[in-house]
């Protein structure tokens, strides 16, 4: 059979249709080269801080442990609650271990100490929760049994996926009525 044959206006709105989503794939591209550089200067601030704060911990529980009266302790409460502290920083320096360690000796500063070491506790357990929360964010499927009588049982450890029912949104066709609009604009 013959290949049908192509109108002027198919041509021409094929043509427009081809510059609008290179405009658009060009538009995507330069706000992606702004995009990479930004987020890897965050990532570098990040880790940077991150690291200032490890090596302020790791100090200041080298001060704690070299404490031997309340009046030191008095001096290094200040640093200690403004440091700002992390799930991984309270894991590996053991400050809270040493803080409540170091206070223990001293009960006039004990009153001081239990609220750091309560907000410590509550970032550390909302740290945690956070990534429990991301590792079972990923929906399991069930695996396939070829057997169909165990589909029933009570036991399966992997949860059921549960999809959500889509709203409805403008048809496609007003979409691509948009997107023509669009680029003529």
């Known amino acids: 059979m013959p290949k049908r044959r192509e109108t002027e206006a198919t041509r021409r709105r094929r043509a427009q249709l081809a510059k609008y989503r290179q405009a658009v794939a060009i538009r995507v591209k330069r ?12 990532k570098a601030k990040k880790v940077a801080l991150e690291a200032r704060n490890f090596q302020a911990a790791l100090r200041l529980v080298k001060d704690l442990r070299d404490c031997s009266d309340e009046a030191c302790l008095q001096s290094l409460i200040g640093e200690i609650s403004s440091l700002s502290v992390t799930a991984p920083l309270l894991r590996r320096t053991l400050i809270p271990k040493v803080l409540r360690e170091v206070s223990a000796r001293f009960p006039n500063v004990r009153e001081q100490v239990t609220p750091i070491i309560a907000k410590w506790r509550a970032v550390y357990a909302q740290e945690e929760q956070r990534v429990a929360d ?4 990923a929906p399991r499927r069930r695996p396939t049994s070829s057997s ?22 403008p048809s496609r066709r007003a979409l691509k009525q948009r997107r023509i609009t669009f680029f003529l604009r």
């Open 31 to 42: 706000q992606s080269l702004r995009i990479g550089p930004l987020l890897a200067s965050c």
């Open 134 to 137: 991301r590792q079972h964010q």
């Open 148 to 169: 169909g009588s165990s589909s029933s049982s009570s036991s399966s450890s992997t949860p059921e996926v549960v999809r959500m029912p889509q709203t409805p949104g």
